[in-house]
């Protein structure tokens, strides 16, 4: 039976091994692996959510094991550490609790297809001190910490600003893209839900949000009109937004740019850069770019290897206008489905396909204030740009085909339903 172990439970990997455990692996054609660091799986564009309290990860995360069950997969527990081509297999690292006693020892895992699908990570380009003092959202545990950060700040500010009228909370965001953009909108809605919930003495005035772009504009996957709505909608919150602005250093006190001001922040978030994990760069002779992504050939298969595939943000593919495919959450879908299908293809002894990636537009969700985008993309030849309720519509249904992907449409329907009463039953934000 052929062995086809996919490294990685995020968007692409997880609906990889949810359409091949229930292709293949039902029928014992074959037998699915799926290996992750984790034990639950969150869709990676909701993290800024959960780093504010605006989504309960504890509620919409999604059971690896209980998933591997009901779609006839295995699932593995570690983290990837090393290739080995010749042998065909992969090396997962032990594993140590809290009290750094061994839980597992290093296993290896062998296999006749590898798909690999890690992800991405933020890149800090090397700035000084940005890992020491900088949060990161690269995953669910690190939006777990950043909100008991921000809780815990804030309770600090409001008793500040009870006996000081003139205190300022300073928070800072390094990258104006949607991650960046979309967790500024989000703390304002953080602020004044808390301030509903009893923690009032800091006012709408005293919460200062600085985004720190290096570039012209924010946004600049979006046309420049809906990056121009976007940055309205941001300095009516009263969000400041510096464009090019460069990080030279990130110190206790704040962000030093190469021009030597110092742009002062109680909590720091950088949400700049993308870049596949280190040790993607040691797998055993397999072709990398300076980020450490894996290069790709048009069928997803790796340069060097054709019994090894990369999909979503730790791939590269050049397109044939140059460019390479972008790392978002739709290109891995695509890229899951594609490679689906052309394993489906190997096994009936066919020729691959090649991959071309479907701009299907973008969209920014400025929390409940506004939500810009555009739609389509190049699958019209041009952009359909879509603000306000349309746009927001959009935005919720490209959870929910997620969702759809994984679950089938009986069981995203209820799980809608069931998110429409938690609503009703559940603080509007999590509060702890």
Same mark, same amino acid.
């Given at each position: 039976?052929?062995?086809?172990?996919i490294v990685?439970g995020?968007?692409?990997?997880l609906e990889?091994a949810t @359409?091949?455990?229930?292709? =293949?692996?039902k029928?014992?054609? !074959?037998?699915?692996?799926?290996v992750?660091?984790n034990?639950?799986?969150l869709w990676?564009?909701? $993290?800024?959510?959960v780093?504010?309290? #605006?989504?309960?990860s504890?509620?919409d995360?999604?059971?690896?094991r209980?998933? %591997?069950y009901?779609h006839h997969?295995?699932f593995?527990l570690?983290?990837m #550490?090393?290739l080995?081509r010749?042998?065909?297999?992969?090396?997962?690292?032990p594993m140590y609790?809290?009290e750094?006693h061994?839980?597992?020892p290093?296993?290896?895992l #062998?296999?006749?297809?590898l798909?690999?699908?890690v992800?991405s990570l933020?890149?800090?380009?090397?700035?000084?001190?940005a890992q @020491?003092?900088?949060?990161?959202?690269?995953?669910?545990a690190?939006?777990?910490?950043?909100?008991?950060?921000?809780?815990?700040t804030? $309770?600090k500010a409001?008793?500040?600003a009870?006996?000081?009228?003139?205190?300022?909370?300073?928070?800072?965001?390094?990258?104006?893209? !949607?991650?960046g953009?979309e967790l !500024?909108?989000?703390l304002?809605?953080t602020?004044s @839900?808390?301030?509903?919930?009893? =923690?009032?003495?800091?006012?709408k005035d005293?919460?200062?949000v600085?985004?720190?772009?290096?570039?012209?504009?924010?946004?600049?996957a979006l046309?420049?009109?809906?990056?121009a709505?976007?940055h +309205?909608?941001?300095?009516?919150?009263?969000?400041?937004?510096?464009?090019?602005?460069?990080i030279s250093?990130?110190t206790?006190?704040?962000?030093v740019?190469?021009?030597?001001d110092?742009i002062?922040?109680e909590l720091k978030v *950088?949400?700049?850069?993308?870049? %596949?994990p280190? *040790?993607?760069?040691?797998l055993d002779g397999?072709?990398?770019?300076?980020?450490n992504?894996?290069v790709?050939?048009?069928t997803?298969?790796?340069?060097?290897?054709d019994?090894?595939? !990369?999909?979503?943000?730790?791939?590269f593919?050049l397109?044939?206008?140059?460019?390479p495919v972008?790392?978002?959450?739709?290109a891995?879908? @695509?890229?899951?489905?594609?490679v689906?299908?052309?394993i489906?293809?190997?096994?009936?002894?066919?020729l691959?396909?090649d991959y071309i990636?479907?701009d299907k537009?973008?969209?920014?969700?400025?929390s /409940?204030?506004s939500?810009?985008?555009s739609?389509?993309?190049?699958?019209?030849?041009?952009?359909?740009?879509?603000e306000?309720r349309?746009? +927001?519509?959009?935005?919720i249904?490209l959870? +929910?085909l997620h969702?759809?992907?994984?679950?089938?449409?009986?069981?995203?329907l209820?799980?809608?339903l069931?998110g /429409?009463?938690?609503?009703?039953i559940?603080p509007r =934000?999590?509060?702890?």
């Amino acid at each position: 039976m052929k062995k086809i172990v996919i490294v990685g439970g995020g968007a692409g990997g997880l609906e990889l091994a949810t @359409q091949l455990g229930k292709k =293949l692996g039902k029928r014992k054609k !074959a037998q699915v692996k799926l290996v992750d660091a984790n034990n639950t799986h969150l869709w990676k564009p909701l $993290l800024h959510e959960v780093a504010t309290g #605006s989504l309960d990860s504890g509620i919409d995360e999604l059971s690896y094991r209980a998933h %591997a069950y009901n779609h006839h997969f295995i699932f593995h527990l570690g983290r990837m #550490s090393g290739l080995d081509r010749a042998e065909k297999e992969i090396i997962l690292e032990p594993m140590y609790d809290e009290e750094q006693h061994e839980v597992l020892p290093e296993r290896r895992l #062998s296999y006749d297809l590898l798909i690999i699908a890690v992800g991405s990570l933020t890149n800090d380009f090397g700035t000084k001190g940005a890992q @020491q003092f900088c949060s990161f959202l690269d995953g669910r545990a690190q939006a777990d910490h950043f909100h008991q950060k921000l809780l815990n700040t804030y $309770l600090k500010a409001n008793n500040t600003a009870k006996n000081s009228g003139d205190f300022k909370l300073n928070i800072g965001i390094v990258g104006a893209g !949607a991650t960046g953009v979309e967790l !500024a909108a989000e703390l304002h809605n953080t602020a004044s @839900q808390l301030a509903a919930y009893g =923690l009032d003495q800091l006012k709408k005035d005293q919460l200062k949000v600085t985004i720190i772009e290096a570039g012209e504009r924010i946004l600049p996957a979006l046309p420049p009109r809906l990056s121009a709505a976007a940055h +309205r909608e941001l300095s009516k919150l009263g969000v400041e937004v510096k464009n090019q602005t460069f990080i030279s250093e990130v110190t206790e006190e704040g962000f030093v740019t190469k021009d030597g001001d110092l742009i002062p922040a109680e909590l720091k978030v *950088w949400a700049a850069g993308v870049k %596949a994990p280190e *040790w993607v760069a040691q797998l055993d002779g397999l072709e990398t770019n300076r980020v450490n992504q894996l290069v790709v050939k048009p069928t997803l298969q790796t340069n060097t290897d054709d019994d090894i595939f !990369a999909i979503g943000d730790c791939s590269f593919m050049l397109q044939e206008d140059g460019k390479p495919v972008p790392p978002r959450a739709q290109a891995a879908h @695509q890229q899951a489905s594609h490679v689906y299908k052309n394993i489906l293809l190997l096994n009936e002894g066919k020729l691959l396909k090649d991959y071309i990636y479907q701009d299907k537009g973008s969209l920014v969700n400025l929390s /409940r204030y506004s939500t810009v985008g555009s739609l389509m993309g190049n699958l019209t030849g041009g952009s359909m740009m879509v603000e306000g309720r349309i746009a +927001r519509f959009v935005y919720i249904s490209l959870y +929910r085909l997620h969702q759809v992907a994984l679950h089938g449409y009986f069981r995203t329907l209820l799980m809608t339903l069931s998110g /429409r009463i938690n609503k009703v039953i559940r603080p509007r =934000l999590k509060l702890h």
